[in-house]
């Protein structure tokens, strides 16, 4: 459903009185598309306000991750000056260890968060907080507020994140979480810390090819096959229609083999998505105590690389006028046969080695709550408790990764037929002021399900704009 507001409030007359009235004035954000598949308005502007690691040295690897984003780079060991117009700012924090040298990325930042073009980008490096020295630890962890609130504040469809490395982790292994965060992918992703580290081992350097492909292009037919999932197979649960069909087209763009699957009643419209994208339709209901199974049987010779539950539904009613059966549904639908399916198929070794990721869906719902969704944000709660409990051990027995999206609102046929005054509140209560795209969920997902994301691992990602909801 189209945003008259954000429409009208680009216009000549909605800027002049959206300004004289103090009213949000969301900006219409660049996603990625073959013709404009970068950020624009400027270079990446890399600063180093503190030697990372005291000087053990991640400048010129970072350096050489960023020359590879298709921008030039700008490298500038102080950041002490103003610049000219930036698309992207990386700081590289990491050897922030105490709360004097948090003054550095301040003196950093300050001089050249103005400068940043309009949906530009604002990146901070940072190190895990060390448990054995609560100096460094406090000092990383205010870069986490500090991050969250420059957000905030930023506006004009800029986003700022923070990418926090493991030990024994680097720039490099950061590589396709920085060409994501980098791009116009990941337009409606904000405020969000991104752990780098607990993964697995990367796959062999013919198959990395970093993040998702600035080559692949989405056409109306048959996918082409240019793109970092070329050669694997993706599963993609109730991928009929919405943000489940956006996520098969995205991944199919990105090379790979889609198997599409949703209910049986949704046959003909999921047959149509598969032909589309060059994919295999699976009539299933994901439900069936037998569905692991049946899906295990369906896959291709060598297994699933890519596995995406995105089947979902709501059935809303407070708590004091909710059926049994509305409860059971929901959380059967959303939790339990996410449990069954995945359970099943690493058992079966159904998804490969190295290459097998796992993306399920959660929600804001299930970090927030909300009215008349108590079964919904307790099934989407219990994903991310999946996903928090199972990727260290799927990473260490099955040489899988385990990740989530949690999606804020998002324009769907669904958010449309919502009250149109609740429906506004949604799109406005986050800080792009406007709501998210299906293609929003899937670029993330392509990000989370890419070769070069082997250290991705344990992850709820939230594709929300920076909801106001939910921290």
């Known amino acids: 459903m189209a945003d008259r507001y954000l429409h009208w409030t680009n216009t000549r007359p909605g800027r002049l009185l959206t300004r004289r009235l103090g009213l949000p004035r969301p900006v219409p954000l660049h996603r990625w598309t073959a013709e404009r598949p970068a950020l624009e308005g400027g270079p990446i502007l890399h600063l180093t306000p503190v030697p990372p690691r005291d000087g053990a040295g991640y400048a010129e690897e970072l350096a050489a991750v960023l020359e590879g984003n298709g921008l030039p780079v700008v490298t500038d060991t102080t950041g002490a000056e103003p610049r000219a117009r930036s698309a992207a700012v990386v700081v590289d924090a990491t050897g922030v260890r105490d709360v004097p040298r948090l003054h550095h990325v301040y003196d950093c930042l300050r001089p050249v968060v103005r400068s940043v073009a309009e949906c530009g980008r604002i990146v901070v490096l940072a190190a895990r907080p060390d448990p054995e020295d609560h100096h460094q630890a406090a000092a990383q962890q205010a870069l986490e507020g500090f991050v969250r609130s420059l957000a905030k504040e930023t506006g ?167 059926k049994p059966e509305r409860w059971d549904q929901v959380l059967e639908v959303n939790l339990a046969s996410v449990l069954r399916t995945t359970d099943r198929l690493l058992a079966a070794g159904a998804l490969r080695r190295g290459t097998g990721r796992v993306v399920a869906t959660a929600s804001i719902s299930g970090i927030a709550g909300n009215v008349g969704q108590t079964n919904y944000a307790a099934s989407k709660a219990g994903i991310i408790g999946l996903v928090r409990s199972l990727a260290p051990r799927a990473a260490a027995e099955h040489g899988v ?40 969920v899937a670029e993330t997902v392509a990000w989370l399900a890419a070769p070069g994301s082997a250290a991705v691992n344990g992850q709820v990602v ?4 920076q909801s106001l909801l939910g921290a």
Do not use: W
Not at 193 to 216: F, L, N, Q, W, Y
Not at 264 to 273: C, N, S, Y
Not at 404 to 429: H, L, Q, S, W
């Open 156 to 322: 004009g469809g800029r986003t700022v994140q923070l990418v926090r490395l493991a030990p024994e982790a680097g720039p490099a292994d950061a590589e396709s979480t920085l060409r994501f965060l980098l791009s116009p992918r990941s337009a409606y992703v904000s405020g969000q810390v991104i752990e780098i580290g607990d993964g697995i081992a990367a796959p062999a350097p013919a198959d990395a090819s970093g993040g998702t492909s600035g080559e692949a292009s989405a056409g109306s037919g048959t996918a082409s096959r240019q793109g970092p999932l070329q050669g694997r197979t993706a599963l993609v649960t109730g991928s009929a229609r919405g943000i489940g069909e956006a996520v098969a087209a995205t991944l199919a763009r990105d090379g790979a083999h889609v198997v599409c699957l949703d209910v049986p009643q949704a046959e003909a419209e999921l047959t149509r998505v598969a032909e589309s994208l060059g994919g295999t339709a699976l009539p299933l209901d994901i439900t069936s105590d037998d569905a692991g199974d049946r899906i295990a049987q369906a896959l291709p010779e060598g297994g699933l690389d890519v596995l995406v539950h995105n089947a979902g539904i709501t059935r809303d009613r407070r708590l004091a006028n909710m």
């Open 401 to 440: 990764t385990v990740n989530a999206v949690a999606p804020g609102f998002i324009e769907t046929k669904m958010t449309a037929a919502v009250p149109f005054f609740i429906r506004e509140a949604g799109r406005r209560m986050n800080s792009q002021s406007q709501g998210g795209l299906p293609v929003d």
């Open 462 to 465: 939230r594709v929300c704009g």
